[in-house]
């Protein structure tokens, strides 16, 4: 399973998907740079989630707002005094780790070495700690359960003390006259205090949505697990404006319309689940995450939230304008109710990454060979083909290079003229092209290319006319 795990961050990097952030000076903890290739399969998946949200749904439009935000904000939003995790530091090795996740591992060392007893006893304790946000008893826990630093192996620890998860900086040039702003740890903030704005202006009818895609920081304090949690991410966030009472209804249909969406980009289903919230935010009133998979357990990819009209009542209450809607449908002004799907895209994509990489078996009795594909549902596929001249003479590269002019306004192409055709395939399996279209001699005289697809390997004559539509059918939404 590791081997796995260590195998896709290393094809990720290999190809250019996925690199750690100023490499060059090792790195920096928990940030990550998309490659040539990753940024392509990034747009794709932005696009795909962009078109089902904002371009099929009469009622949802799409926003981009800052990342800045007025202060205030995070005030109403409960983020200054709540978005913290509980920390504890370890004196000898100095190292901080959250409190509540040495316990989660320790949990689940008791049920690996088959004290299940044990383990549902601390989990227990564990959520009424959490509860009731008791850090004394967090650390008695610790010590009660002889937990040991992974690094130091000492159980020389601090008290349990809150961190705040948001990055702050200094707006304005000067020192005295500058005020504390942070880098937003989420994009819905942006989409309700542009609430009013959107509603008037797009003359939006509730029940209607506001759809964003943006970057979101977080200071994590654990790291080492790729690009699962990171401390500047991407988040696609829609929040949906419901007619209080009618949430359930909405929350339901949101939670089945996500699975979907997600099942729709070819994962089998038993690879996701939904994992309802134990404990609810206090604002909100029901609560799932679709979880998928991972080699390393189910992990989190999205969340979907009945709010309530928590985020908006707060803004009304900090900024004091009225964060209403009429409506003519009851005849009456009221605060709506929201439902939101918020969903990471940095984990989507590794969802999509650890869903597709195939290491295939293609040994014959003959021979021993394998390949690795990556077997990318078309349409998010970053490169659609590549046009590959059989040999670099006799005027096919330059055959070659009139078909991808055709091709190359309408898709993501590449050219590639160097090695053997095989060891081309091979490159292109590798990161996912699902058509190779060979040009050879037989092109010269009749119009004509082999086109190979990515999974089967199989090949078929077409002629260089039909390309276009044959591409465009497969990879279209
Ligand atoms: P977790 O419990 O895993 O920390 P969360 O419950 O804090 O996640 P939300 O605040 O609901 O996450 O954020 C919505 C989505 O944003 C998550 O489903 C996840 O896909 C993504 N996300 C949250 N934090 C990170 C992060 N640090 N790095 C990458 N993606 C993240």
């Given at each position: 399973?590791?081997?796995?795990?260590?195998?896709?961050?290393?094809?990720?990097?290999?190809?250019?998907?996925?690199?750690?952030?100023?490499?060059?000076?090792?790195?920096?903890?928990?940030?990550?740079?998309?490659?040539?290739?990753?940024?392509?399969?990034?747009?794709?998946?932005?696009?795909?989630?962009?078109?089902?949200?904002?371009?099929?749904?009469?009622?949802i439009v799409g926003i981009d707002a800052a990342i800045f935000m007025h202060p205030n904000t995070w005030k109403a939003s409960g983020h200054v005094?709540?978005f913290?995790?509980?920390?504890?530091?370890?004196?000898?090795?100095?190292?901080?780790?959250?409190?509540?996740?040495?316990?989660?591992?320790?949990?689940?060392?008791?049920?690996?070495?088959?004290?299940?007893?044990?383990?549902?006893?601390?989990?227990?304790?564990?959520?009424?700690?959490?509860?009731?946000?008791?850090?004394?008893?967090?650390?008695?826990?610790?010590?009660?359960?002889?937990?040991?630093?992974?690094?130091?192996?000492?159980?020389?620890?601090?008290?349990?003390?809150?961190?705040?998860?948001m990055?702050?900086?200094?707006m304005?040039?000067?020192?005295?006259?500058?005020e504390?702003v942070y880098l937003r740890p989420e994009t819905a903030q942006g989409i309700f205090v542009n609430f009013l704005n959107v509603q008037k202006t797009g003359?939006m009818?509730i029940?209607f949505g506001i759809a964003q895609i943006g970057k979101a920081f977080?200071?994590?304090?654990?790291?080492?697990?790729?690009?699962?949690?990171?401390?500047?991410?991407?988040q696609?966030e829609m929040q949906f404006f419901?007619?209080?009472?009618?949430?359930?209804?909405?929350?339901?249909?949101?939670?089945?319309?996500?699975?979907?969406?997600?099942?729709?980009?070819?994962?089998?289903?038993?690879?996701?689940?939904?994992?309802?919230?134990?404990?609810?935010?206090?604002y909100?009133?029901?609560?799932?995450?679709?979880?998928?998979?991972?080699?390393?357990?189910?992990?989190?990819?999205?969340?979907?939230?009945?709010r309530t009209d928590f985020d908006l009542s707060q803004h009304q209450k900090f900024s004091g304008k009225k964060m209403q809607y009429?409506?003519?449908?009851?005849?009456?002004?009221?605060v709506p109710y929201v439902?939101e799907?918020s969903?990471?895209?940095?984990?989507?994509?590794?969802?999509?990454?650890?869903?597709?990489?195939?290491?295939?078996?293609?040994?014959?009795?003959?021979?021993?060979?394998?390949?690795?594909?990556?077997?990318?549902?078309?349409?998010?596929?970053?490169?659609?083909?590549?046009?590959?001249?059989?040999?670099?003479?006799?005027?096919?590269?330059?055959?070659?290079?009139?078909?991808?002019?055709?091709?190359?306004?309408?898709?993501?192409?590449?050219?590639?003229?160097?090695?053997?055709?095989?060891?081309?395939?091979?490159?292109?399996?590798?990161?996912?092209?699902?058509?190779?279209?060979?040009?050879?001699?037989?092109?010269?005289?009749?119009?004509?290319?082999?086109?190979?697809?990515?999974?089967?390997?199989?090949?078929?004559?077409?002629?260089?006319?039909?390309?276009?539509?044959?591409?465009?059918?497969?990879?279209?939404?």
């Open positions: 399973i590791d081997d796995f795990f260590k195998n896709i961050v290393s094809h990720a990097k290999e190809y250019g998907f996925v690199f750690p952030s100023s490499e060059i000076y090792d790195g920096l903890s928990a940030v990550y740079d998309y490659g040539q290739l990753g940024a392509e399969l990034k747009n794709n998946l932005k696009t795909y989630w962009w078109k089902s949200m904002v371009q099929l749904n009469e009622n005094d709540g913290s995790d509980p920390m504890i530091d370890n004196k000898d090795s100095k190292k901080r780790y959250r409190a509540d996740q040495l316990i989660e591992e320790k949990i689940d060392r008791y049920e690996k070495d088959g004290k299940s007893d044990k383990a549902a006893e601390l989990q227990e304790a564990l959520d009424a700690a959490l509860n009731a946000d008791d850090l004394a008893q967090l650390k008695a826990l610790i010590e009660e359960h002889n937990i040991v630093c992974p690094v130091s192996g000492t159980k020389n620890w601090t008290d349990v003390r809150q961190f705040n998860l990055f702050a900086t200094q304005g040039a000067m020192a005295d006259g500058a504390q003359r009818k029940p977080r200071n994590e304090v654990i790291a080492r697990q790729f690009i699962i949690r990171m401390r500047e991410f991407e696609m419901v007619r209080p009472g009618t949430e359930m209804e909405w929350y339901q249909k949101w939670k089945e319309t996500r699975l979907k969406w997600h099942l729709a980009l070819g994962a089998d289903s038993e690879k996701y689940r939904y994992h309802d919230h134990a404990k609810l935010a206090h909100a009133n029901a609560a799932v995450d679709i979880e998928y998979d991972f080699p390393f357990g189910f992990k989190e990819v999205e969340g979907i939230h009945s009429f409506d003519p449908e009851v005849n009456q002004n009221y439902i799907t969903i990471g895209l940095d984990r989507l994509f590794l969802t999509i990454f650890a869903n597709s990489l195939v290491n295939e078996d293609l040994s014959t009795e003959a021979k021993q060979d394998s390949r690795v594909v990556l077997k990318f549902h078309p349409a998010i596929a970053p490169v659609k083909a590549a046009v590959l001249p059989l040999t670099k003479k006799d005027g096919l590269p330059d055959k070659a290079r009139e078909i991808l002019a055709t091709l190359k306004m309408d898709f993501n192409t590449q050219y590639d003229e160097k090695d053997a055709i095989g060891k081309r395939y091979r490159r292109q399996d590798a990161i996912g092209t699902p058509y190779c279209i060979t040009v050879d001699y037989q092109t010269l005289e009749d119009d004509t290319v082999t086109i190979r697809h990515r999974d089967s390997m199989e090949q078929e004559r077409v002629a260089i006319a039909d390309l276009q539509r044959l591409i465009q059918d497969n990879v279209s939404w």
